[in-house]
């Protein structure tokens, strides 16, 4: 069975605080995603990478950078937190050739206050 | 990519057939049709997928009409644990990276 694995659930940080959510996948896919989940709003993607050291900018990258050192890794790091960034964060591994077929960690609920 | 319609809850009984519904009628010929489900406080879980043809897995299967214009997610014999909302996808081959979940059926499996 494929798994996603995030380092935690639940999150609160502070405004102005370095925030860094780790996703780990071991099914040796080559995408990995970060999406934010909001009520209302659906899914929606931060950053896709689909190699090491790879990025693309998803729809909503403002605020957020990430580190793609190896494979089985990827990092969301939140800068600078801003209360408009609490929200459920998904990571997301897939294989190049099925993009569709994506296989989401358990998620990381993050506030910021 | 296509957009989808479905109903925003149902209910089934447990052990009964659940069906799902999803209108998708602007699908293009290179879409697929994806199943989602998300089950409450955690990610969402791929089920199945199918262009044209019916599909079958251990989870489920995906039935779509011959014109493409609507598909049916059968679960079997639900339980308790298949309580979750289910969201129906279309997406072109070699499409946009991320998926676009909409907001999905909410179902909800009665003892």
């Known amino acids: 069975d494929v798994k996603v694995t995030q380092s935690s659930r639940y999150l609160v940080k502070r405004t102005g605080e370095k925030v860094f959510l780790e996703c780990v996948q071991d099914?040796?896919?080559?995408?990995m995603f970060w999406y934010r989940q909001d009520p209302g709003l659906g899914l929606r993607l931060i950053y896709f990478?689909?190699?090491?050291?790879?990025?693309e900018k998803g729809d909503i990258p403002e605020g957020y950078s990430v580190s793609r050192e190896k494979k089985e890794r990827f990092s969301l790091i939140l800068e600078s937190a801003s209360t408009n960034q609490t929200s459920m964060y998904l990571c997301?591994?897939?294989?190049?050739?099925?993009?569709?077929?994506?296989?989401f960690g358990p998620g990381t609920r993050l506030t910021v206050t | 990519d296509a957009k989808t319609t479905q109903p925003p809850s149902m209910d089934c009984a447990e052990g009964r057939a659940a069906n799902l519904p999803c209108n998708h009628s602007t699908i293009s010929g290179n879409e697929y049709v994806y199943w989602y489900r998300q089950i409450h406080s955690q990610g969402p879980q791929y089920i199945i997928h199918?262009?044209?043809n019916n599909e079958t897995n251990e989870m489920a299967s995906l039935i779509i009409t011959e014109d493409r214009k609507s598909s049916t997610l059968i679960l079997p014999h639900a339980t308790l644990r298949d309580t979750a909302v289910y969201y129906c996808i279309v997406r072109p081959r070699g499409g946009a990276n991320n998926l676009f979940f909409g907001t999905g059926t909410r179902l909800t499996v009665i003892p």
């Open positions: 099914m040796d896919h080559e995408n």
């Open positions: 199918g262009l044209k």
């Open positions: 990478s689909y190699d090491v050291k790879m990025k």
């Open positions: 997301a591994s897939s294989s190049r050739r099925r993009v569709g077929e994506q296989y």
